[in-house]
C-alpha cells in the first residue's frame, strides 16, 4: 500500500482516484439539513421539520430523486396531500443555493488532493449533481484545480450510481485501468464495486462508519481522513492515547504497549488492520534490540496463548492451537465489536511483516474469547518487551517491607504464620504440627523449589487444633503465602513498579504462567489429553514423593491464588508421571513469580494489569 499525505492509503498499481463531491470532498450535510428545513418553513410552515438523520438517509440520492423523497416524507408525516405538487417550484431554488454557497473542504481533503497530484496521479470528481453544478461548487470551494475531470449525471445513456457507468465513463476518459473510488454512501460503494474498482468509504456524509462496515462493496472503511500519527517510547505506561474505528483492536494494541513497556499516541482512521500492524510494528523495530527472539505464555483468568517471536527469522505469522482446541472455530466466531477474528490475524500479520520478525502463535485456552484474544496480545507484549525494552533499575534504598512479610491466620481449627524473605537472610523452615493421622512432611520439598525458584525463602509454621484434613493444610498454608506475597507486591508496585505477570517456558511438557491483578483464578489446560486423563492421572488419586496427595496440591493452587488474588494457569502439553509433574509445576510457579514480582519502574504506582483491581 502507498500512503498519501499520510491520511489515506491505496493499492500500489492505483493509477487515479475517483472521488465523489458531497460528503467526501465538501462538508454538504449541514448546508443540506440547513436549507432545506428554511424551503419547508417557507412553503409549508415552521412546524415541518427534517431530521439530521432523515437527511443523512437520502443524502447520496440525486437532487431531484432528493427532494422527491423529501416532499414524500412530508406528505406522510405532516398529512400534507399535495406536497409532492411543489416538487418543481422547490427543486431550482435548492439547486441555486447549492451553486452560490462555498462549501467546507473536509478535514485532510486538500493535503490529500495536493500530494496525490504530486505523485502523477490522475483524479476526475464523479457526481450524482449535474456537470455545470459540480464545476461551480469545486470552483467555489477553491480545489477544482486538482481534477483532470469532473463527471456529473447529466451525460447521455450513462446511467446513475450505483450503476457503475460513471465511474468506468471516468475511467476511460483518463486512460486508467487501476483506479480508487472514494465514497461515503451505500449507493457510491456499490457503483465503485461494481466497476471493478478499489473501494474506500468514509462516514463523513451520507453514511456513519458501522452501516459502511456492514456492507460488502467496500475495500477499506475511515472514519475521517485525519492524519495517521504513532508515537511511542518507553516510560510511563499510564500515559496512553488511542484513536481507531474499532474499541477492541485499540484495547489489544494496549495490551501491547503496556507490556512493551511504552508511553503511546496512537491515531489510526481506517479498518485496513494489516498496515496498522505493519504500522505498529515498524515503529517498535526502530528501538533497540537486546536480544534476538523470546517467548511468552500470555493469560488473564481462563484465557490464554503461548507466542515466540524471533527478529533473525523471515518475517512470517504462524497461527495454530493446541489440539483441543478448534482453530477455524475460534477464529469465526464474533467477540465484542468485531464479527469474526480476522481483523485481529491480520493485526498479527501486518505485525510480523512491520517488525521483520517469525511470529508464533499458539491459542491454548478458550472459555471467553476476550480473555483468550487477550491472553494472545498480552503475549505478543511481553515476548517484545524481552527483546527491546531496556533494562534499567531504580536505586534501591533499602526498605525491609519490600523485601519481607509475614502473615498470620487463625481459625478455630488452625493458626498459620507465614514469612517470605527476599533478601534471604533467613533460612527456609518448615513446621507442621498437626494431627498424628496427616502426614504432610514432604510438602517442604515442593515449597523449597517453589521458595528458591522464585528467589525469596520461606517460614511456615502450621498448628492444628481441631484438624483431620490434608488439603486444609495445604491449602491454608498456601493462601497465608499468597497473602503475605500480596503484602510485598503491593508495596513494590507503590514504590517501584512490577512486572505483574510472569511465566516460565523451560519444559517442553509442563509450562505455566501468573497474572496478580486483584482476581482469583486458576486451571488446567492439557494440549493433546483429556480434562479426564488430567484428572485421573495427575490431580486425583496420586502420590507425589512418598506421602502427598495430588488433590492436595490441586488445593494448594486454590489457596495460593486467592492469597496473591492472582491467575494461575498450567499448560500441559504433556501428561508426565504426576510425581515428576508436580515438580515441574512448582518449579515453574517459582519462576513465574520471579518474573511477576521483578522490577520495572516504567509501572511505577500502578496496578500491573490493564484493567486491574488489585490495589
Given at each position: 500500500?502507498?500512503?498519501?499525505?499520510?491520511?489515506?492509503?491505496?493499492?500500489?498499481?492505483?493509477?487515479?482516484?475517483?472521488?465523489?463531491?458531497?460528503?467526501?470532498?465538501?462538508?454538504?450535510?449541514?448546508?443540506?439539513?440547513?436549507?432545506?428545513?428554511?424551503?419547508?418553513?417557507?412553503?409549508?410552515?415552521?412546524?415541518?421539520?427534517?431530521?439530521?438523520?432523515?437527511?443523512?438517509?437520502?443524502?447520496?440520492?440525486?437532487?431531484?430523486?432528493?427532494?422527491?423523497?423529501?416532499?414524500?416524507?412530508?406528505?406522510?408525516?405532516?398529512?400534507?396531500?399535495?406536497?409532492?405538487?411543489?416538487?418543481?417550484?422547490?427543486?431550482?431554488?435548492?439547486?441555486?443555493?447549492?451553486?452560490?454557497?462555498?462549501?467546507?473542504?473536509?478535514?485532510?481533503?486538500?493535503?490529500?488532493?495536493?500530494?496525490?497530484?504530486?505523485?502523477?496521479?490522475?483524479?476526475?470528481?464523479?457526481?450524482?449533481?449535474?456537470?455545470?453544478?459540480?464545476?461551480?461548487?469545486?470552483?467555489?470551494?477553491?480545489?477544482?484545480?486538482?481534477?483532470?475531470?469532473?463527471?456529473?449525471?447529466?451525460?447521455?445513456?450513462?446511467?446513475?450510481?450505483?450503476?457503475?457507468?460513471?465511474?468506468?465513463?471516468?475511467?476511460?476518459?483518463?486512460?486508467?485501468?487501476?483506479?480508487?473510488?472514494?465514497?461515503?454512501?451505500?449507493?457510491?460503494?456499490?457503483?465503485?464495486?461494481?466497476?471493478?474498482?478499489?473501494?474506500?468509504?468514509?462516514?463523513?456524509?451520507?453514511?456513519?462508519?458501522?452501516?459502511?462496515?456492514?456492507?460488502?462493496?467496500?475495500?477499506?472503511?475511515?472514519?475521517?481522513?485525519?492524519?495517521?500519527?504513532?508515537?511511542?517510547?518507553?516510560?510511563?505506561?499510564?500515559?496512553?492515547?488511542?484513536?481507531?474505528?474499532?474499541?477492541?483492536?485499540?484495547?489489544?494494541?494496549?495490551?501491547?504497549?503496556?507490556?512493551?513497556?511504552?508511553?503511546?499516541?496512537?491515531?489510526?482512521?481506517?479498518?485496513?488492520?494489516?498496515?496498522?500492524?505493519?504500522?505498529?510494528?515498524?515503529?517498535?523495530?526502530?528501538?533497540?534490540?537486546?536480544?534476538?527472539?523470546?517467548?511468552?505464555?500470555?493469560?488473564?483468568?481462563?484465557?490464554?496463548?503461548?507466542?515466540?517471536?524471533?527478529?533473525?527469522?523471515?518475517?512470517?505469522?504462524?497461527?495454530?492451537?493446541?489440539?483441543?482446541?478448534?482453530?477455524?472455530?475460534?477464529?469465526?466466531?464474533?467477540?465484542?465489536?468485531?464479527?469474526?477474528?480476522?481483523?485481529?490475524?491480520?493485526?498479527?500479520?501486518?505485525?510480523?511483516?512491520?517488525?521483520?520478525?517469525?511470529?508464533?502463535?499458539?491459542?491454548?485456552?478458550?472459555?471467553?474469547?476476550?480473555?483468550?484474544?487477550?491472553?494472545?496480545?498480552?503475549?505478543?507484549?511481553?515476548?517484545?518487551?524481552?527483546?527491546?525494552?531496556?533494562?534499567?533499575?531504580?536505586?534501591?534504598?533499602?526498605?525491609?517491607?519490600?523485601?519481607?512479610?509475614?502473615?498470620?491466620?487463625?481459625?478455630?481449627?488452625?493458626?498459620?504464620?507465614?514469612?517470605?524473605?527476599?533478601?534471604?537472610?533467613?533460612?527456609?523452615?518448615?513446621?507442621?504440627?498437626?494431627?498424628?493421622?496427616?502426614?504432610?512432611?514432604?510438602?517442604?520439598?515442593?515449597?523449597?523449589?517453589?521458595?528458591?525458584?522464585?528467589?525469596?525463602?520461606?517460614?511456615?509454621?502450621?498448628?492444628?487444633?481441631?484438624?483431620?484434613?490434608?488439603?486444609?493444610?495445604?491449602?491454608?498454608?498456601?493462601?497465608?503465602?499468597?497473602?503475605?506475597?500480596?503484602?510485598?507486591?503491593?508495596?513494590?508496585?507503590?514504590?517501584?513498579?512490577?512486572?505483574?505477570?510472569?511465566?516460565?517456558?523451560?519444559?517442553?511438557?509442563?509450562?505455566?504462567?501468573?497474572?496478580?491483578?486483584?482476581?482469583?483464578?486458576?486451571?488446567?489446560?492439557?494440549?493433546?489429553?483429556?480434562?479426564?486423563?488430567?484428572?485421573?492421572?495427575?490431580?486425583?488419586?496420586?502420590?507425589?514423593?512418598?506421602?502427598?496427595?495430588?488433590?492436595?496440591?490441586?488445593?494448594?493452587?486454590?489457596?495460593?491464588?486467592?492469597?496473591?488474588?492472582?491467575?494461575?494457569?498450567?499448560?500441559?502439553?504433556?501428561?508426565?508421571?504426576?510425581?515428576?509433574?508436580?515438580?515441574?509445576?512448582?518449579?515453574?510457579?517459582?519462576?513465574?513469580?520471579?518474573?511477576?514480582?521483578?522490577?520495572?519502574?516504567?509501572?511505577?504506582?500502578?496496578?500491573?494489569?490493564?484493567?486491574a483491581t488489585l490495589a
Amino acid at each position: 500500500m502507498h500512503i498519501i499525505a499520510q491520511r489515506i492509503l491505496i493499492p500500489e498499481n492505483t493509477q487515479a482516484i475517483l472521488w465523489d463531491m458531497d460528503g467526501v470532498l465538501i462538508d454538504s450535510l449541514g448546508l443540506d439539513l440547513t436549507v432545506c428545513n428554511q424551503l419547508l418553513a417557507e412553503y409549508f410552515g415552521d412546524h415541518v421539520k427534517l431530521s439530521h438523520e432523515f437527511i443523512r438517509s437520502i443524502f447520496a440520492y440525486h437532487p431531484p430523486e432528493f427532494w422527491n423523497l423529501i416532499l414524500q416524507h412530508v406528505a406522510e408525516q405532516y398529512n400534507i396531500a399535495d406536497a409532492l405538487n411543489l416538487h418543481g417550484t422547490i427543486l431550482p431554488i435548492y439547486d441555486k443555493a447549492r451553486r452560490e454557497s462555498v462549501f467546507e473542504v473536509n478535514l485532510g481533503i486538500i493535503e490529500i488532493l495536493k500530494d496525490a497530484k504530486s505523485k502523477s496521479l490522475k483524479m476526475a470528481v464523479v457526481s450524482n449533481n449535474l456537470t455545470a453544478d459540480v464545476n461551480t461548487i469545486l470552483q467555489h470551494a477553491g480545489i477544482l484545480e486538482y481534477f483532470d475531470l469532473v463527471i456529473g449525471n447529466d451525460i447521455e445513456q450513462l446511467k446513475a450510481k450505483p450503476a457503475p457507468d460513471t465511474y468506468l465513463f471516468a475511467a476511460k476518459k483518463l486512460g486508467c485501468q487501476h483506479c480508487v473510488v472514494v465514497e461515503d454512501s451505500i449507493i457510491g460503494t456499490e457503483a465503485g464495486f461494481n466497476a471493478g474498482f478499489h473501494v474506500i468509504a468514509v462516514a463523513t456524509g451520507g453514511t456513519d462508519y458501522q452501516a459502511l462496515a456492514n456492507n460488502q462493496s467496500t475495500d477499506q472503511i475511515y472514519s475521517t481522513f485525519k492524519k495517521l500519527s504513532l508515537e511511542m517510547q518507553f516510560g510511563d505506561v499510564t500515559k496512553k492515547h488511542f484513536i481507531t474505528p474499532n474499541d477492541f483492536v485499540s484495547h489489544m494494541v494496549e495490551h501491547i504497549a503496556w507490556r512493551l513497556c511504552v508511553e503511546i499516541d496512537l491515531n489510526w482512521n481506517n479498518n485496513d488492520w494489516l498496515q496498522l500492524g505493519k504500522f505498529v510494528g515498524t515503529k517498535i523495530r526502530q528501538f533497540e534490540i537486546h536480544q534476538a527472539s523470546a517467548s511468552a505464555l500470555g493469560m488473564i483468568d481462563d484465557g490464554s496463548a503461548e507466542v515466540s517471536i524471533d527478529t533473525a527469522a523471515e518475517p512470517e505469522l504462524v497461527l495454530n492451537s493446541i489440539d483441543n482446541l478448534d482453530l477455524d472455530w475460534f477464529l469465526s466466531t464474533r467477540c465484542e465489536q468485531l464479527e469474526t477474528g480476522k481483523p485481529l490475524v491480520e493485526l498479527m500479520q501486518g505485525l510480523a511483516e512491520g517488525l521483520q520478525a517469525k511470529m508464533q502463535v499458539t491459542i491454548c485456552s478458550v472459555e471467553d474469547l476476550h480473555h483468550a484474544w487477550e491472553g494472545v496480545f498480552r503475549a505478543i507484549g511481553i515476548s517484545l518487551s524481552r527483546i527491546f525494552t531496556p533494562k534499567h533499575l531504580p536505586s534501591l534504598d533499602f526498605d525491609k517491607s519490600l523485601y519481607y512479610s509475614k502473615v498470620f491466620r487463625g481459625t478455630a481449627e488452625s493458626h498459620v504464620a507465614v514469612s517470605v524473605d527476599f533478601s534471604k537472610k533467613l533460612a527456609n523452615k518448615f513446621v507442621f504440627n498437626v494431627a498424628s493421622n496427616i502426614d504432610v512432611s514432604e510438602l517442604h520439598y515442593l515449597l523449597e523449589i517453589l521458595a528458591k525458584e522464585a528467589g525469596f525463602t520461606m517460614q511456615v509454621e502450621f498448628n492444628a487444633t481441631v484438624l483431620n484434613s490434608s488439603h486444609v493444610v495445604l491449602e491454608d498454608t498456601a493462601l497465608v503465602l499468597g497473602k503475605a506475597l500480596l503484602n510485598i507486591l503491593v508495596l513494590r508496585m507503590k514504590h517501584w513498579g512490577v512486572n505483574g505477570a510472569g511465566s516460565s517456558f523451560d519444559s517442553k511438557a509442563i509450562r505455566t504462567g501468573i497474572s496478580v491483578e486483584g482476581r482469583k483464578f486458576w486451571i488446567f489446560v492439557p494440549f493433546k489429553d483429556s480434562q479426564d486423563s488430567v484428572r485421573k492421572n495427575l490431580l486425583i488419586g496420586q502420590n507425589v514423593y512418598s506421602k502427598l496427595r495430588s488433590e492436595d496440591l490441586d488445593d494448594f493452587l486454590d489457596g495460593l491464588s486467592g492469597g496473591l488474588a492472582c491467575s494461575i494457569i498450567v499448560h500441559i502439553d504433556t501428561l508426565i508421571d504426576a510425581n515428576d509433574a508436580w515438580q515441574l509445576i512448582f518449579a515453574n510457579l517459582g519462576k513465574s513469580l520471579k518474573e511477576a514480582f521483578a522490577l520495572n519502574p516504567y509501572r511505577k504506582g500502578v496496578p500491573p494489569g490493564v484493567k486491574a483491581t488489585l490495589a
